[in-house]
């Protein structure tokens, strides 16, 4: 076997396609989008090196035309789930024994195919199944999952790199890193295909072996998804992707042995019970699962008395609204001062008024529809309890209609006390809700800012005063994860923010970063020593 230090390439952010009219791009995204709506697509499961069809199979549509059919997917079942661990446990002694250079060479080769080959057909495949506009795929599905994998080849390399200072006279001290002992679940969400992407194939990176279920509303692009590491030279039983009811898949994981560690981004309540269930079975384990998650939001925008009010605006259009506010980093409560709240106020309303609602097609559409009935009828009974409630008043939106796509219209709440039911509870759509506080309460509202919410994924301050940025810097040091200054509080990039939150929004790992490539690998310290003693006696035992 060869050997040798190698250097991998570095990494780059991928460039963003801006998708103008009469870009080449822009064409090729369409003519994706019409291949893709042309077809009707079969999607199995992949076990080990089988593709898996069932009897039992699920309906896949757009959240934007729920009449159209993309596909059907095919449901496992309990047995399924014990084939795709039996089919991770055969390949984990081959792929982990794969020296590590090879591994990065497998998923460099994938970030070149979404890259390239794959670029349209994977961010046609995000605008169809989850209902994103051509941009916010682009960033999603091209860039940032790209990015992930170039980047983490990089921390892999690094990780490796890293040895003990010191090695006195005739000892070599030295550490390597081993995969952990056993398999990975990977439980991803619909509202990234990146992320959905990074969590299992970060995971596998470090040697790894990994059974991935994705949320069923984003299993038209993880099917891709997987096509494409499987073409990068992934080996067959490395990554497993099944479908199929959550709590029977559960019932499989979390019961057997060899459940080495979960990487999980999705609800609070459903990390929680996860977290239950591990601790329930932990007797059960042949060793301590690792559990890493990223969950819910609350995201704040705090702006002070001294900000820009445009730069403000912006910032609270834009954190709220893109991708409909089914960011976990989503602007969903905004603090305004009364001074400035006559004026923002109305160029929000402009702002949102300009909004085009509808499907994906249209590139004109700044807004799209929600990902499925289940949120839209939420979202709909919280704007309905706001229309009735004496403590709330709807100042731009309120409207929704589902008879085609699930869509909502951007909705700005105004909440009359702090501590309103929608500036405390997720609500993981496109409705924001303000309080507008005295501009001489400023030091009270950095305190209201902080306890108000469990989670503490994300936050900005809007100001232009540098001891108010500092004051609001240090109070709220503990209320986000990734916290912004003069921009909103969305749109992390790897390489530059890492992503993750603390509190009730999950373990704070930070997704895009060495740190959390370190929580799948398992050190190991060695000690060799060229000149061991013979004698058990120390000088100390010496006679005088």
């Keep these: 076997m060869l050997k040798g230090f190698f250097n991998v390439p570095t990494p780059a952010n991928e460039p963003t396609y801006s998708y103008a009219p009469g870009s080449k791009e ?64 055969m390949a984990k002694n081959d792929w982990e024994n794969l020296p590590w250079e090879h591994r990065a060479a497998i998923f460099l080769k994938a970030a070149d195919l979404i890259s390239g080959k794959y670029r349209y057909k994977l961010n046609a495949a995000t605008m169809l199944g989850q209902s994103k506009n051509a941009f916010q795929a682009e960033i999603d599905s091209a860039c940032e999952i790209v990015d992930f994998l170039r980047f983490n080849v990089k921390y892999m390399s690094e990780i490796y790199a890293q040895q003990p200072p010191i090695s006195p006279e005739g000892v070599w001290n030295r550490v390597e ?55 990068a030279g992934v080996p067959p039983g490395v990554i497993n992707l ?29 990390f929680q019970e996860i977290w239950k269930t591990i601790g329930h079975h932990i007797h059960k384990y042949k060793s301590y699962p690792r559990i890493v998650g990223e969950t819910g939001g609350k995201d704040f925008i705090l702006v002070h008395p001294s900000a820009d009010v445009n730069v403000a605006n912006t910032a609270i259009v ?18 305004v001062p009364k001074s400035l709240w006559s004026t923002l106020k109305e160029s929000m309303i402009t702002d949102i008024n300009s909004f085009k609602v509808g499907p994906v097609e249209d590139f004109g559409n700044f807004i799209n529809a929600v990902i499925d009935e289940k949120s839209f009828d939420k979202l709909a009974r919280y704007i309905d309890q ?107 990039v790897v390489g530059q923010q890492p992503f993750g939150g603390a509190r009730g929004s999950g373990t704070n790992d930070k997704a895009g970063s060495m740190i959390n490539l370190l929580r799948w690998v398992s050190p190991r310290t060695i000690k060799e020593s060229f000149n061991p003693p013979t004698d058990y006696r120390y000088p100390f035992l010496e006679q005088e």
């Design 26 to 89: 822009r064409e090729r995204l369409k003519e994706a989008l019409r291949d893709a709506l042309s077809n009707v697509s079969d999607i199995p499961m992949f076990i080990g090196n089988k593709e898996i069809r069932t009897n039992d199979k699920g309906e896949l549509r757009p959240p934007h035309n729920h009449k159209h059919l993309l596909g059907y997917y095919h449901k496992g079942n309990k047995k399924h789930v014990e084939d795709a661990i039996h089919a991770a446990l």
């Design 386 to 492: 706001a229309k009735a409630d004496e403590d709330a008043e709807i100042i731009v939106g309120g409207n929704y209609d589902k008879s085609e796509g699930y869509f909502i219209h951007p909705t700005v709440i105004l909440a009359k006390k702090p501590d309103y039911v929608t500036m405390r509870e997720e609500l993981f759509g496109p409705v924001l809700t303000i309080y507008v506080y005295e501009d001489e309460k400023w030091e009270e509202t950095l305190e209201l800012v902080n306890q108000t919410s469990v989670y503490a994924l994300t936050g900005s301050v809007i100001a232009q005063d540098r001891y108010a940025i500092e004051q609001a810097s240090n109070a709220l040091r503990n209320a986000a994860g990734n916290f912004y200054i003069n921009d909103k509080c969305t749109g992390a």
């Design 242 to 270: 099944i479908y199929g009811h959550g709590p029977d898949i559960g019932d499989v994981i979390f019961s057997h042995p060899d459940f080495a560690g979960i990487h999980f981004t999705g609800s609070t309540a459903v």
């Design 318 to 335: 834009r954190g709220a609204f893109e991708y409909q506010g089914q960011k976990c980093s989503a602007a969903s409560r905004v603090y």
């Design 177 to 231: 890193q081993r995969p952990l002992e056993g398999f990975i679940f990977a439980l991803t969400p619909f509202n990234f295909t990146a992320i959905a992407g990074n969590l299992p194939s970060c995971v596998a990176m470090m040697g790894n072996v990994v059974v991935w279920k994705p949320a069923d509303t984003q299993i038209y692009a993880a099917h891709l998804l997987m096509e494409i590491f499987l073409e």
